[in-house]
């Protein structure tokens, strides 16, 4: 998680190989990348993790779409469904 926050791309790829998903609350290191607009790291982690839920039952888009996130997110979000 803390990789995606601080939007370190390489260092989340080896978290996905490891198959590191969600915390405690069911939040994915794609959902703290939202919350950081760490563009990098959302870029990387939609392909594997954009339909996720956590416990609150909202996926990344749904978060960055709550929260106003940079536009520039909820693009990468909405174009990795496409």
Known sequence: MIA???NNAELVRIFIEQNVRKDAYGSTALM???LNDADAAVKELAKYELNEVNNQNMTARDIALALHADQSIVQL???AQC
């Open 77 to 79: 979000l909405e174009c």
């Open 32 to 34: 703290y990348a939202v």
């Open 4 to 6: 995606a926050q601080n």
